[in-house]
Every structure is written in C-alpha cells, then in structure tokens.
C-alpha cells in the first residue's frame, strides 16, 4: 500500500520509518526540497501549491493523512473526494480552529477554560472585564510552540497583545487556568472503531516549546488516567476519527481540563518508539492502512527530552545506558526541533539519575530542567 502525507517534518519521517517494515510506501507534500521526510519516498508540492503538484501528490498513493493540523481544509477536501484522507476532514478541521475546539469540549461536557472569540480591541478589553486576569489570547488558527500567543497579566498590555496578533484575528481570549501540571494522552482509533489509549505523558515547557516528557506521568491515579482516556475516547469517536489523536491536558485541583487537541502523532509520544510495545507512529500506520491495532503498553518509564537548537555530542549521549538519539536531519537554528532523546530505566529514580546525565552533555542546557 502507497501512504501519501501531507508535511515531510520529522513526524512524517518517523511515521514512515515505522510503516517501512509493512512494506508501506511513501510519498510526502511538502515544498521544502531539504525536509527530514525527504530521503524516504517521493516528495511533491511546489511553492505556488498548484493544483498540478496536488493532482500529482493524489496520484502517487492510495491512502493519505498528515503530519501537521495547518493545511487548508480545501486540499485535503479535494484529495477526499478522489481517495480515502484518515483521520477525517471534520478531524482537522476541529483542531485547527481554537473556536471549534472549545465548541466541541462544551458539547461534549469535557471541562475547558472559559473563553470568548475577539474581533477587535474593543472586544478585547471586554474580555478582560468578562474572564479577568491574567488572560490568555490566542490566534484561533496556525499557532504552535508557543507562537500566536500572549498572556496579558496587566489592563495595560491590552494594546500591546492586540498589536501582535491582530493579524491572525480573529481571537480567542482564555481565562487562565491555575494547573498543578501538564499532561497529554495519545489514543488511536481503527477504522472500525477499536479505540486503544497510551498513558498520560508528564510535559514540561520551555519559552513555549515542550522541553520534556516523562511517561507514564508519576503520581497518577487510576481515577485520572480513567477521566482522560474518558475525554479522548468521546473525541474521537464524535469526530470518526481514524488514527492517533492527542489531547493536551491541565491538571487541577478540580480535576482535568482540556487545553488543545492535535489530530496526529505528537511531540509528548515520541518515547514510544523506545518505551511501549507499539508505538504511536506504528499504531497511527495501522489505523490509516486498515491494519489491527497495536497494543500501546509501556514496558518501563521513559522520558523524550527535546533537542532544541543545537546538535548534541552523539557519542556523549549513545554512552548513557539506555538512551536512544533520534536526529532528524536539520540544520541547527535558535528554537527550532533538531531531534529528540529518549530515555528509559527500571524506575522513576533511575530514570531521574540517567535525565541528569544527559542535561550535563546538552549544549542546550535552558532546554531541560530536572525530571
């Protein structure tokens, strides 16, 4: 079977390495001639998007999906009338509007940040009457790693954060969420409908960009992780959704709360390779190929720990027990994803003590703090 992926980032590269071993093939959208997908099938796309580089990019395979939400619903809506596109067109676009996300967690009774769309400044400070401070507004479409974001702590910044996102306006405006932590759950849904959850990932941020996971997240009760994959399992199922889907979480004093969805494979389930027994790129291969499910039990706590903006030394690292690098052939710039580190041990202790080896040889020190 031919697999056709919009994107050639390193989640398209890491779900074909994970498809190869099927005798899956691979073909990729993508204008950038240097992107990690490249030397692993044939990419399409141009510049311009023509509609011939399109027409071309449906020909090459027989089944499609995505490795990132920010494509037009118009493309993806063309290739879905000529052959299959898992997870659905509603899928996406759910999760690239901020508005349709928040919509569907209240009509699903999944608990949420309070919220209200921004049109204008005016409507801006309304919000800030409405939801208090500190607030956090968001562009509804094309935000990532912290970008299209702004936090107004003070009455006075509300000249200032309109300024800066206006152009991405409309808005969303979010009462902010006091949370002990941030968690995310990775499920996968079949064609048939079989649903299998991963166990709650523990992230931590840095200037935006997700740092680290540890996996599954210390401290979690039965009674959490049930209330997650509750959430997760709603989702899909009102989005006939097919594929990996994860839901990005804030733990609270009054339980969880949902924050954001991603219709893909994610950053906090890249420990999966190395730490379960399928992992979500194998997993997300068999949703969209028609093929069982694979069992998403983990065999040990792991941790994924970034590499952000510059390259590790790779034998320093390869010298720490159990500890797999994933370099994903980038050319190294100031916050951008070169690869990620994958830890794991017999226990939580141990894992601490293997993380903090490799902090030490980390040229990028801001970009892990202690598990």
Same mark, same amino acid.
């Given at each position: ?56 990019? +449906? ?33 996406? %676009? ?91 759950i990775i499920a996968v849904r079949s064609q048939t409908g079989d649903i299998l959850c991963y166990p709650l990932a523990w992230n931590t941020h ?81 949703a969209v190929a028609g093929l069982p499910l694979g069992m998403p039990t983990e065999l040990r706590p792991s941790a994924m720990i970034n590499i952000i ?31 990620? +580190? ?16 490799? %902090? ?6 801001? %970009?892990?703090?202690?598990?």
């Amino acid at each position: 079977m031919r697999i056709g992926i919009f994107g050639g980032g390193q989640l398209g590269r890491m779900m074909a390495l994970a498809g190869y071993p099927f005798n899956l093939r691979f073909s990729f959208y993508d204008a950038a001639q240097d992107c990690p997908s490249a030397p692993l099938g044939q990419l399409y796309g141009d510049i311009a998007a023509s509609p011939a580089s399109l027409d071309a990019f +449906i020909a090459s395979a027989d089944v499609f999906t995505y490795e990132f939400e920010n494509i037009p619903l118009a493309w993806v809506e063309y290739v879905a009338s000529k052959k299959p596109v898992y997870p659905s067109l509603k899928s996406l %676009a759910v999760s690239q509007n901020r508005i349709r996300e928040k919509q569907l967690f209240q009509q699903l009774a999944i608990p949420a940040a309070a919220y209200q769309q921004v049109n204008n400044q005016s409507e801006l400070q309304h919000a800030i009457e409405h939801l208090g401070l500190p607030l956090v507004v968001k562009t509804t479409m094309g935000g990532y790693d912290g970008k299209g974001q702004f936090v107004i702590r003070q009455a006075e910044q509300v000249a200032q954060a309109w300024s800066e996102l206006q152009a991405g306006a409309p808005l969303i405006a979010e009462a902010f969420v006091n949370f002990e932590r941030e968690l995310s759950i990775i499920a996968v849904r079949s064609q048939t409908g079989d649903i299998l959850c991963y166990p709650l990932a523990w992230n931590t941020h840095h200037q935006g960009i997700l740092s680290h996971s540890i996996v599954p997240a210390p401290q979690v009760t039965a009674q959490i992780q049930a209330q997650a994959e509750q959430y997760i399992t709603q989702i899909l199922h009102e989005l006939n959704h097919v594929g990996v889907l994860t839901l990005e979480l804030f733990q609270t004093a009054h339980g969880l709360f949902a924050n954001e969805t991603a219709p893909r494979v994610h950053n906090s389930g890249h420990w999966s390779i190395e730490g379960a027994i399928c992992s979500q790129f194998e997993n997300h291969m068999r949703a969209v190929a028609g093929l069982p499910l694979g069992m998403p039990t983990e065999l040990r706590p792991s941790a994924m720990i970034n590499i952000i903006g510059q390259h590790p030394d790779t034998a320093a690292i390869l010298a720490i027990p159990e500890t797999h690098l994933h370099l994903y052939g980038k050319s190294e710039r100031v916050g951008r994803k070169l690869g990620h +580190i994958t830890v794991t041990a017999s226990s939580y202790e141990a894992l601490q003590q293997r993380v903090a080896q490799v %902090a030490k040889v980390l040229p990028n020190k801001m %970009a892990l703090i202690s598990a």
